[in-house]
């Protein structure tokens, strides 16, 4: 009997796992919530723009387009855009219940599906993390994936002129992204030194051979920053925003290598947007509904998986940032791992040996990438006791510190309550690992939801969709 696989998120690994299962000989629903595949690294204008040139601002454009008109062609291949996974209902010894919400986000007509699949694929992604600052939560202060998000889904910019400061390589694509489109860039901040980064790229150099390609990338991005005269400058960061209603200035500063202020480098920028990054959050709601193992802790926490990413729980499977934050072509080949090992296929086939190999070697440069662009341990030293650190809540650094060391000491589940951070619209995604860091993770990670994605009282009261012809359908 044909097996079916359901694989979550559409983006890299998630395209990569419904390739791999097809070619496995299995029946794929593809389910992500977005209308187009190709998640935030190939997030393209809507069908509706009718662009002319949507792969413009991507890497690798044709390589997705093969791969997404391979994957949503196939006759065995269920394609669900515009479809939230709002919970995952643990079933016996077997991989758990899909529970889906198909329709627009904000659309009052949605249905409720459930899905019963012989094996589940998680590839939900990640997002931006962003390390609060005094004046973080001013309109204008946005993630650089979001300023990224803009540029490539609706071919706007969120300002001009724009700063861009944070850690990591993806400090360069967005700056390009937001170059192609007519902005401004002031300039591009990295927080670690120089000797920091160095350091990072250059231990076992003859590791970087398998990675050759990545240097005519950043090549590129050099040679565009030179063009249009954007300095990029190590071991300084953005440590305040200020304006009246709306950021209007940036407030820069050297960093020690742990991240500390330099004392008198402090430099006021008139900005008109500030795009914000410090690495990646991986997006654990759905592995942890699904009882999958972690390893980290709940500041840099990831999905457990093995060789052929299994998860810790039977017949679930993982794969991209939530095994760990890796880049795009890593994400796609534990992605083709995850699906032809949940669809079934020959673990011993030369091609999936390939295709661990690349795995492997992706993994090994991201460790590289984690070392040179690392997070300083000295940065709370940014934050005043009014600080902002779960904008939802607004609730203020001292008011966390003061619940952490008062009658709700040695409670995670008290201090939140106590102080609101991390029970806002975003459930501790944006703030979850900053609080755990700042109170020495005493709050936890805020990953533990049964509800994954917002569900109204209504729909959750609606029968789900019945539908007689598909084992999957709700009975």
């Known amino acids: 009997m044909t097996r079916h696989v359901v694989v979550v998120g559409a983006g890299p690994a998630g395209l990569g796992a419904a390739a791999g299962a097809l070619r496995a000989g299995a029946r794929v629903t593809l389910v992500d919530a977005a209308e187009e595949p190709g998640g935030q690294y190939h997030r393209a204008p809507p ?97 650089a994936g979001a300023a990224q998000a803009l540029v490539k889904g609706e071919r706007l910019v969120i300002g001009d002129p724009v700063l861009i400061a944070g850690s990591g390589p993806f400090l360069l694509p967005v700056a390009a992204s937001l170059l192609e489109a007519g902005a401004t860039v002031l300039g591009v901040l990295e927080a670690n030194t120089a000797a920091t980064v160095a350091r990072g790229w250059a231990a076992r150099p003859w590791g970087l051979a398998p990675e050759a390609g990545k240097a005519g990338e950043l090549a590129g991005y050099a040679g565009l920053l030179a063009r249009h005269r954007v300095p990029y400058r190590t071991g300084r960061a953005v440590i305040g925003a200020r304006g009246d209603g709306r950021v209007e200035e940036a407030v820069t500063a050297r960093l020690h290598r742990d991240w500390s202020v330099v004392p008198g480098t402090e430099r006021t920028v008139a900005v008109d947007a500030l795009c914000v990054t410090h690495g990646f959050s991986p997006q654990l709601e759905l592995p942890v509904a699904a009882g999958c193992r972690l390893r980290g802790d709940a500041r840099a926490a990831f999905t457990e998986v093995d060789a052929g990413q299994r998860t810790t729980v039977p017949g679930v499977y993982a794969a991209g940032e939530i095994t760990g934050i890796a880049g795009a072509p890593a994400a796609r080949a534990e992605g083709l791992l995850a699906g032809w090992a949940a669809g079934g296929g020959d673990p011993g086939d030369r091609a999936a040996a390939a295709l661990r190999r690349r795995r492997d070697q992706a993994r090994a440069f991201a460790r590289r990438l984690a070392a040179a662009h690392l997070i300083g341990a000295a940065w709370p030293g940014w934050l005043r006791p009014d600080t902002i650190v779960c904008r939802c809540e607004e609730t203020a650094y001292g008011t966390l510190l003061r619940a952490a060391e008062g009658t709700a000491a040695g409670s995670p589940r008290a201090v939140r309550l106590a102080t609101r951070a991390g029970l806002g619209p975003c459930q501790a995604r944006v703030c979850g690992p900053t609080a755990a860091e700042l109170l020495g993770d005493r709050a936890g990670g805020g990953h533990h939801r049964p509800v994954a994605q917002p569900i109204r009282l209504g729909e959750l009261a609606n029968p789900p969709v019945e539908d007689p012809d598909k084992k999957e359908s709700a009975r």
């Open 47 to 143: 069908a509706a723009f009718g662009a002319a040139r949507p792969g413009r601002p991507h890497h690798r454009w044709r390589g997705f387009e093969r791969l997404r008109d391979r994957v949503l062609g196939h006759p065995r291949c269920d394609w669900w855009p515009e479809s939230a996974v709002w919970s995952l209902e643990r079933a016996g010894q077997g991989p758990p219940h899909v529970h889906v919400l198909r329709g627009e986000a904000d659309g009052a007509e949605r249905e409720r599906h459930v899905l019963r699949p012989d094996a589940l694929v998680l590839a939900p992604g990640a997002h931006d993390r962003v390390l609060p600052f005094p004046g973080w939560e001013l309109p204008g202060v946005c993630t």
